[in-house]
């Protein structure tokens, strides 16, 4: 793959052509699709397992969408995921060699598809603020996994693509799912309408007793970045590590729950369990003090160490009680800890209820925008991580506006890519 298409500069990953975008408005505010049917057609931008999962709860979610397109890197991740989704919803795939694309120009051929309607952003994060401003420029509306980046250079493409989705009134909806789940929805309607009191504080965990997740071993012949690419989540230049990729779902809600971002942060950390470059250069365990408006603190942390003990939820402090939650539960407790209200109404994961959203806000031509939200999201974790690399103390605007941090490669070609060292507080600088 050394060939011209698969080398590109970093320049060249931030600059596609527009695309015109597909369909017509209806006076009624809705939108024609596909010819003028109620048919979505989309495209998939990146192929691994968690996202041909996300496809085929994309194309389960609404009788009236099709994948017409893929784009990839990795031919193989291609094709096993085409395999799959032909398998699970075999009537729904219409893609062909001709929509097939490999390679990492691939998802700027998938824009200039004017049949394309939406595109779904799941490549590692460390492609997402290039891959999603580049469907806006071509018109396209689009669900994006999370985080939506990796380091602030990239939170601030974020920010400019929420703008350009408002212009162009497309929506962007995004992988937290829990946001969809109906026990979050009813336990933070109750925190938002104050029948809780006042949040005072929290806590938030994704302490998982696992340590290899989408991890293989190096093979011969693979290549410094096709090696990264493959084993991504130990790579912070694509993952942001396991606090920003993973942990983001909690630190989502506990932002939901308060109304803010926090102001500042402490963290520290460190790597002493998975040790060996097979792993790349994440940590495997992070604890953060993340302070928020009216000196609101909450506790965050977060491990991928095997044997420890898992615990992943939230629990948001009231000043008349508090709310526990994960993905299987809610319940809220009053102040000596004796729970008073249980939700026992069905729960489902998500999953699939976000794709519904987002195909009736095309169909209703009400723009759902996300992109905001999971710009604050991110920076709230990306802040954190940078603390404890560092050891040093962050505050929101900084990070935010200040850092010059930018961890994307200088070039995307099938070859040398030396690994940056493991991050050390007190050695490790602050960009």
């Not at 974020?158 to 799912?177: F, H, M, N, P, Y």
């Not at 996300?370 to 940078?386: K, P, Y």
Request: glycine residues 10%.
């Amino acid at each position: 793959m050394k060939n011209e298409k698969s080398r590109l500069s970093r320049r060249d990953m931030l600059k596609t052509g527009a695309a015109v975008s597909a369909g017509a408005m209806l006076s009624s505010g809705g939108r024609l699709f596909a010819a003028g049917s109620d048919k979505i057609r989309v495209a998939m931008v990146g192929c691994g397992s968690r996202g041909t999962k996300d496809a085929i709860d994309c194309l389960t979610s609404d009788p009236g969408v099709e994948m017409l397109a893929m784009a990839e890197v990795l031919p193989d991740r291609l094709e096993s995921s085409l395999t799959r989704m032909r398998a699970a919803v075999p009537d729904r795939v219409k893609v062909t060699p001709q929509t097939s694309f490999v390679g990492f120009d691939a998802y700027q051929k998938v824009m200039t598809m004017k049949e394309v309607d939406a595109v779904l952003l799941l490549t590692p994060p460390g492609f997402r603020p290039q891959t999603l401003r580049a469907a806006l420029e071509a018109g396209k509306h689009v669900f994006m996994e999370k985080p939506g980046a990796v380091d602030p250079v990239g939170v601030r493409s974020l920010l400019a693509s929420a703008e350009l989705a408002d212009r162009k009134k497309l929506s962007i909806v995004v992988g937290t799912q829990q946001r969809w789940q109906p026990q979050y929805q009813e336990l933070m309607r109750r925190v938002h309408e104050g029948e809780l009191g006042e949040v005072v504080g929290g806590q938030a965990y994704w302490n998982w007793g696992s340590s290899k997740w989408h991890w293989e071993p190096r093979q011969a012949g693979w290549s410094d970045m096709e090696w990264q690419i493959r084993c991504w989540p130990y790579f912070v230049w694509l993952s942001g590590d396991h606090i920003v990729e993973q942990h983001l779902h909690n630190m989502d809600v506990i932002n939901w729950a308060i109304g803010s971002h926090p102001v500042s942060c402490l963290g520290m950390g460190g790597r002493q369990s998975r040790t060996g470059p097979e792993f790349g250069n994440i940590w495997d365990h992070f604890t953060v003090e993340y302070e928020y408006p009216n000196g609101v603190r909450v506790m965050s942390m977060c491990s991928q160490i095997e044997k420890s003990t898992a615990r992943i939820g939230e629990r948001v402090l009231c000043t008349k009680g508090a709310t526990v939650t994960d993905r299987s539960m809610g319940y809220i407790e009053d102040t000596r800890g004796r729970k008073v209200f249980t939700y026992s109404d069905p729960i489902h994961s998500g999953e699939v209820a976000q794709f519904t959203n987002l195909f009736r806000s095309m169909r209703d031509g009400q723009p759902l925008n996300e992109c905001r939200r999971i710009a604050e999201t991110t920076t709230t974790l990306i802040m954190g991580r940078m603390s404890a690399y560092t050891g040093r103390a962050m505050k929101w605007d900084w990070a935010l506006n200040a850092s010059k941090l930018d961890l994307t490669p200088a070039r995307y070609e099938m070859g040398d890519l030396p690994v940056t060292p493991v991050a050390v507080p007190g050695q490790t600088q602050l960009i």
